[in-house]
């Protein structure tokens, strides 16, 4: 019987001292042991057999555990996998050549060894028949053991060939639960860190997989190269090659569900929801993937993971979910796409929401449609207010207890407040907006400690909406009080953010009062609250008032015959940098107010080439948003104010002199000679086609004509 202790040390001179035909014959019985499974059973036998020289090789034995002892089981997984590597240095590319011999030779033993195909199904796969395989089998020996021999001659493969042993001894070493058997499913999870992973979180997810001694196998596979740090970072050895490939197809399905379970409980953890979502939907863990989606949908947006929240939805979707569950991760989605203005997108989700048995989900979905339209399509948006306020005033009092109750007020109240908002900013009616926001209190009810968060979020919404009521009315003292009314309820509920959003609101209605100093200590909170929870949107919108702050300010200077050119450039660079935060975010509807911003700013600062580029690109970004009704009027407005800015056909010489006769006033054809690429010829063309336009006015009929700008 074969006993581990009376192996030999070594078979290298063995190997180096054997004539080319019996290192083909060694290298070929080998290859037959692998493909009948005989390499995996030598420590089972017990008959005197001839081993193969390659057990005992420094190419095998190489590739042990840092002070592992030699084991004839290992040894001859170690074979297995050199066999392997071997063969796959034949065909480097990654997909087969029919015409090419070098695939044919690595096909004619990959298929029929390393796969175990028979030789006629690897002819199948070569296209070939059986025969035509057995003519390239006995070249690709020679192949394969030409390049053994100069491996064993010079070694310069050494953490390759590390890879393909490990692969191999940890998805094939099956024997009885003990140490070893951990090891391979420590190994087999290993293999699929794809991205680097902190060192500390790894140790931390190996004990939650029952794995024992994990901890003190993962500094042997440090040491091995099995694993590699960078810095504070771990990534598997394996990340790309055959081999780690190999090892990633033969996890158990058991074996996945639970590394993808812990990989997203840690991740949920760090506050990582997609990738939480991601890991549980790659276990196959819908439910939890759809309910992490729902819950955290905002702080998705928010890092700019819209795209691949849409990408994952489809998935979990497609996948067996209770219709209730798939329900609210429509609605959760769908306030995702609203809140970068994706309108289409939106209402496509909401709408399929309607299908939920739950009265209380199909409420929200009439709701948050609702929401889609109120911008775009009043009486669309009218009516599923009115349709979501119906459902659930038609709900028994017996119908929701408890919490469900109160979800259900909370409700029924955001859908009066939606309503109200229609007739502040669409439809402006005050006494129809009063009506509801009324109608709203009512079902808040008195101040009460035990409220639902639902309701205290209600009540923040509330008095944002008095706020716009009284801005309506003129009512600037109400407007005021309301809005720190709304900071305040925000601030008991935790919810930051809205806090951040009220706080950006008050912030605005003070600056643009020109109330600068309380508008700018709201401001600074704003910012703070935002930046504390990562919100782009709070960051991008509290930027842009910033820059409205500094707009205003020289306005103001200018009119009082100051120098507000500085002022101008600092509001410019503060409008730029909210662009580029909505740009990321992909939100439409607010770079076209960033745009029409900068628009109004480089007017003010006689630059009209760079206010016209700005007023094109707002015009394209608000009727990209779906809310050309809302988004245009201030576009509009300039467009009266300065008709040159929405002319296509305006050049870069006509802009300049737009340009200098709005400093001027009044200019003659004296007063462009002396500017770049005018000539005499240009300056009488270019002064005719603005006054044939409209934008200038001639003043007399021969010498001595003056221009001035329209009226």
């Known amino acids: 019987m074969i006993n581990d202790a009376n192996l030999p040390a070594t078979s290298d001179q063995t190997l180096s001292t054997m004539d080319e035909k019996t290192f083909i014959d060694t290298v070929a019985d080998a ?89 006629k199904d690897a002819g199948v796969q070569m296209a070939l028949d059986e025969y035509t395989v057995h003519y390239w089998r006995p070249k690709a020996l020679k192949e394969v053991a030409s390049v053994l021999r100069s491996e064993l001659e010079r070694p310069v493969h050494h953490v390759q060939r590390k890879h393909y042993a490990m692969a191999e001894r940890y998805q094939v070493y099956q024997v009885k639960p003990d140490d070893q058997t951990h090891e391979q ?50 990534v598997t050895g394996l990340r790309d090659d055959e081999a780690g490939v190999y090892l990633r197809n033969r996890l158990t399905a058991e074996e996945q569900q639970t590394w993808y379970d812990c990989l997203a409980t840690q991740a949920k953890q760090q506050q990582e929801y997609l990738a939480a979502a991601t890991y549980w939907c790659a276990g196959e863990h819908y439910p939890r993937a759809a309910k992490t989606l729902v819950d955290h949908f905002q702080a998705i947006v928010d890092a700019g993971q819209i795209r691949q929240l849409y990408d994952l939805h489809e998935q979990i979707a ?101 309503k109200a908002w229609l007739y502040i900013l669409h439809a402006p009616d005050a006494i129809v907006a009063e009506e509801a926001l009324t ?9 009460n400690k035990q409220r639902s968060v639902e309701l205290q979020q209600a009540i923040v919404n509330l008095h944002n909406a008095l706020a716009g009521l009284y801005a309506l009315q003129g009512d600037a003292e109400s407007e005021v009080r309301h809005y720190n009314n709304a900071v305040m309820a925000a601030r008991e509920v935790g919810d930051k953010e809205r806090l951040w959003g009220m706080l950006h609101n ?54 009082a015959g100051g120098d507000a050119q500085e002022l101008l450039v600092i509001a410019i660079r503060h409008y730029t940098l909210a662009t580029e935060i909505f740009k990321k975010l992909g939100d439409d509807h607010w770079l076209a107010a960033a745009h029409a911003d ?79 690429g005018f000539t005499y010829t240009t300056i009488r063309h270019d002064l005719n086609r603005l006054v044939e336009l409209g934008l200038l006015v001639r003043i007399g009929q021969t010498r001595g004509i003056k221009y001035t700008l329209a009226a």
């Not at 109608?439 to 101040?447: C, F, H, L, Y």
């Not at 782009?536 to 020289?554: F, N, P, S, V």
């Not at 007017?603 to 016209?612: D, G, K, Q, S, W």
């Open 31 to 119: 290859l037959r042991d692998y493909k009948d499974g005989k390499l995996h059973v030598y420590p089972l036998a017990n008959e005197e057999r001839t081993l193969s020289p390659l057990l005992f090789s420094s190419l095998v034995l190489d590739c042990l555990l840092s002070g592992e002892t030699p084991q004839l089981r290992v040894q001859a997984l170690g074979v297995g996998a050199l066999l392997r590597w071997a063969v796959n240095q034949l065909w480097s590319a990654s997909r087969p050549d029919f015409e090419d011999e070098h695939w044919k030779k690595y096909a004619s033993l990959y298929y029929p060894y390393l796969e175990g195909m028979t030789f």
């Open 185 to 234: 499913r420590l190994l087999r999870f290993c293999a699929l860190l794809r991205q680097p992973m902190p060192v500390q979180q790894l140790r931390v997810l190996v004990e939650k997989i029952g794995i024992p001694n994990a901890q003190a196998f993962l500094d042997r596979l440090l040491l091995d190269g099995w694993l590699v740090q960078t810095g504070k970072q771990l």
């Open 318 to 418: 497609s996948a067996p979910l209770e219709r209730n569950t798939l329900a609210q991760l429509k609605i959760a989605v769908g306030r995702a796409a609203l809140t970068v203005e994706n309108v289409n997108t939106a209402v496509s989700l909401l709408g399929d929401a309607l299908s939920a048995p739950d009265d209380l989900i199909k409420a929200e979905g009439y709701f948050y449609l609702g929401k889609a339209w109120e911008k775009a399509l009043f009486g669309q948006s009218h009516h599923y207010f009115d349709r979501g306020i119906e459902l659930l005033l038609d709900l028994s009092p017996e119908s929701y207890l408890g919490g469900q109750s109160r979800q259900r007020d909370a409700l029924l109240a955001e859908l009066y407040i939606g």
């Open 439 to 447: 109608k709203a209190e009512e079902v808040i009810g008195k101040p």
């Open 506 to 559: 008050l912030a605005q209605t003070y600056i643009h009062a020109r109330q600068y100093e309380p508008g700018l200590l709201f401001l600074a909170e704003a910012e703070q609250v935002a930046t504390a929870i990562e919100s782009q949107e709070g960051i991008g919108k509290c930027t842009q008032t910033r820059g409205a702050y500094h707009y205003y300010q020289a306005i103001d200077i200018r009119a």
């Open 598 to 676: 900068l628009t109004e700013a480089f007017v003010a600062l006689h630059n009209l080439p760079a206010a016209r580029r700005h007023y094109l690109e707002a015009v394209n970004r608000a009727r990209r948003s779906n809310f050309e009704d809302v988004s245009l009027q201030v576009l509009n407005q300039l467009a009266e104010d300065h008709p040159e800015l929405a002319l296509k056909d305006l050049s870069p010489r006509l802009l300049r002199i737009m340009e200098i006769a709005r400093t001027c006033h009044v200019i003659t054809r004296d007063d462009l000679e002396n500017e770049p």
